[in-house]
């Protein structure tokens, strides 16, 4: 079984992760999660702080020579800003009262958190509850990353709306990929469309200047799936409800689509359903995917694809009315350095959230304790798909 594990405070010394269940042999280094790591530190709309990290990777265990041993795999991020935190986080000593927090902010998890765990400084909430965990998640995402490259399985992202500006999502091919992820990469909002890119920039500089925050949306997928991951035999083991809790789970996320969802619940189903064509070339083929690629909780072989929507940024520079939780009087919510817009670094982090879904359920189907076990067991069954199923259109 797959499973990671993270620790850290946003404004500690570093984040920790442990991954265990990864196979053996598996090939992977710490520029290879760099990479990762730095595009989600990109992003028309970060505040500060992404100025102050230089986001890198250690791996401190499960690696050796370059591949991994099939024991846990442990992972540090240090945070640079700890060195300008370090008094106010520690136990005691000067400084330690400093920058508490009794003002929660609405939409952050400082008052349900304080109430939760009895702090009265909020500050020991929002450490943790700090999307700068995700920079950890976008670590470990990495490492299964690679286990699916491994596959031939490619993840990318786009952004298709902040705030009320909208794009088209680009259709997106195993080929064409490379390409496109480029061009998306390059983009201040990790957006492909020039003109959308523009205007969704000048959105984010307009609730700058008013103090306002804005979320959006973005859509992640799959390319290259087999047929059969997931199952419909038990609700926790559909790839549709296990992608769908691993992307809520990013902090602000809050809805997840799969495929049309949405606009399907208003139309007929005959507008809704992928019709089943075969062709003596290439075998079983659908000429749409709206179902995103998932039927019963199973993938279809068509390209895995989710859209996440996330709220605006809890906390405003104009800020909102909240209750100072020591005089109980109304006063404006706290405010703490902050980003406007973090949808494009979304983007990518649900990316690797979705790299670690579909790597736990690649492993459930064709788990072996080496690289190789799982290589072999994928391309059997491959051969079956074709043999019997004249399927065709997974490439390994
Ligand atoms: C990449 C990323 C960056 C974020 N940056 C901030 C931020 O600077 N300030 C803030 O108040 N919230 C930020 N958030 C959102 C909060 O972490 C989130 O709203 C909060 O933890 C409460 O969780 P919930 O929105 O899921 O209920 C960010 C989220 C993500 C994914
Ligand atoms: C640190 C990150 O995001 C942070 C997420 C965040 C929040 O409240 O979620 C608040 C901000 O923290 P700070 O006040 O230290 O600037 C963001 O910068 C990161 O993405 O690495």
């Not at 991020?77 to 520690?90: A, C, F, G, T």
């Not at 009320?164 to 091919?173: K, L």
């Amino acid at each position: 079984m797959l499973r990671f594990l993270t620790a850290g405070e946003s404004h500690g010394p570093a984040l920790g992760g442990i991954i265990d269940g990864l196979p053996a042999g598996l090939e992977i280094n710490e520029d290879y999660i760099n990479r990762q790591l730095s595009r989600r530190q990109k992003g028309h709309g970060r505040g500060k702080r992404m100025a102050i990290e230089t986001d890198t990777v250690k791996i401190l265990s499960g690696v050796r020579h370059g591949k991994t041993l099939g024991s846990p795999v442990f992972l540090i991020v240090e945070n640079r800003d700890y060195s300008n935190w370090q008094q106010i986080m520690s136990a005691s000593g000067p400084g330690t009262g400093e920058r508490q927090v009794f003002r929660p902010r609405p939409g952050h998890a400082d008052l349900a958190g304080g109430m939760k765990y009895g702090h009265e400084d909020l500050r020991n909430v929002l450490e943790r509850a700090s999307a700068r965990e995700t920079a950890m998640r976008v670590a470990v995402g990495a490492v299964c990353r690679r286990l699916l490259e491994e596959l031939n399985i490619m993840i990318y992202s786009q952004v298709v709306a902040i705030g009320q500006v909208r794009a088209e999502s680009m259709p997106v091919d195993h080929e064409s990929l490379p390409q496109l992820m480029e061009k998306i990469d390059a983009s201040p909002v990790h957006c492909y469309d020039e003109e959308a890119a523009a205007a969704m920039m000048a959105e984010i500089d307009t609730a700058r200047v008013r103090g306002e925050s804005l979320g959006g949306c973005f859509e992640i997928g799959a390319l290259n799936i087999p047929p059969g991951l997931g199952s419909y035999t038990q609700w926790d083991r559909r790839l549709d409800s296990r992608l769908a809790g691993g992307l809520m789970s990013i902090p602000a996320v809050k809805a997840v689509e799969v495929g049309d969802g949405v606009a399907a619940a208003g139309r007929f189903g005959s507008q809704v359903h992928d019709q089943i064509y075969y062709e003596a070339e290439g075998g079983i083929r659908r000429s749409t995917n709206r179902a995103g690629g998932i039927e019963g909780g199973v993938s279809n072989g068509e390209t895995v694809w989710v859209r996440c929507y996330m709220k605006p940024i809890p906390t405003l520079y104009n800020p909102l009315t909240s209750v100072n939780i020591r005089t109980w009087q109304e006063e404006q919510a706290q405010v703490e350095r902050s980003d406007i817009c973090a949808v494009p670094a979304a983007a990518v982090i649900g990316e690797a959230v979705a790299a670690w879904v579909i790597a736990g359920v690649l492993l459930e189907k064709f788990g072996g304790d080496t690289m190789q076990e799982i290589k072999t067991s994928y391309k059997r069954y491959l051969e079956y798909l074709r043999r019997v199923w004249k399927w065709e259109r997974t490439s390994f």
